[in-house]
T-cell receptor, first 115, second 113 residues
Framework: AQSVTQLDSQVPVFEEAPVELRCNYS??????LFWYVQYPNQGLQLLLK??????LVKGINGFEAEFNKSQTSFHLRKPSVHISDTAEYFC?????????????FGTGTRLQVFP | KAGVTQTPRYLIKTRGQQVTLSCSPI?????VSWYQQTPGQGLQFLFE???????NKGNFPGRFSGRQFSNSRSEMNVSTLELGDSALYLC????????????FGDGTRLSIL
């Protein structure tokens, strides 16, 4: 079974500053990793995913994340945030079997961008 | 192409009633997964349907059930509603399975009085 920990429940940051949202996972098998964003009164939108290959993954809206197997981490980064990035961000992990595995979500990090 | 559509968006029920929520996946997606989102428990996986068969199930009581039709549309049913069932219920679809990148609907907000 997998589990995921998002270390920060809230991250306040000023506009145009860089930001890192931390995510650590636990698994005894190979994993897929995801970051989703949720805006108020909406569902989740996929930001980026790591399925295999390059450990540096680029996503939408200028976000990127790096898969670090030795640290069991998948931190999300953006070099310069905008007010519109204010939202809830969820890290998720799953095993690699599409027959038996499902997404396990972290508890979320609320990113608040101030002008 | 059209995204995942959930109906209704909002629902108010009383304890003991039952409710059915509907989800239309993206065209061509055969996997439909359901999640419950609450402030206390976060996002929890309910179940996944693939080609009309339940393939994965989370740790929810039998009051929570679902089904999938031949056109991949899915319904979720909750019987004997409890106050703790108040939540945002999210449906997500993908081509192959619940461990793949999911496309989410905007959810059904269920409130139990």
């Amino acid at each position: 079974a997998q589990s995921v920990t998002q270390l920060d429940s809230q991250v306040p940051v000023f506009e145009e500053a860089p930001v890192e949202l931390r995510c650590n996972y636990s698994s005894s098998v190979s994993v897929y990793l995801f970051w989703y964003v949720q805006y108020p009164n909406q569902g989740l939108q996929l930001l980026l995913k790591y399925l295999s290959g390059s450990t540096l993954v680029k996503g939408i809206n200028g976000f990127e994340a790096e898969f670090n197997k030795s640290q069991t981490s998948f931190h999300l980064r953006k070099p310069s945030v905008h007010i519109s990035d204010t939202a809830e961000y969820f890290c998720a992990v799953s095993g690699t079997s599409y027959n038996t595995d499902k997404l396990i979500f972290g508890t979320g990090t609320r990113l608040q961008v101030f002008p | 192409k059209a995204g995942v559509t959930q109906t209704p968006r909002y629902l108010i029920k009383t304890r003991g009633q039952q409710v059915t929520l509907s989800c239309s996946p993206i065209s061509g997606h055969r996997s439909v997964s359901w999640y419950q989102q609450t402030p206390g428990q976060g996002l929890q996986f309910l179940f996944e349907y693939f080609s009309e068969t339940q393939r994965n199930k989370g740790n929810f009581p039998g009051r929570f059930s679902g089904r999938q039709f031949s056109n991949s549309r899915s319904e979720m049913n909750v019987s004997t509603l409890e106050l703790g069932d108040s939540a945002l219920y999210l449906c997500a679809s993908s081509r192959d399975g619940s461990n793949q990148p999911q496309h989410f609907g905007d959810g059904t907000r269920l409130s139990i009085l």
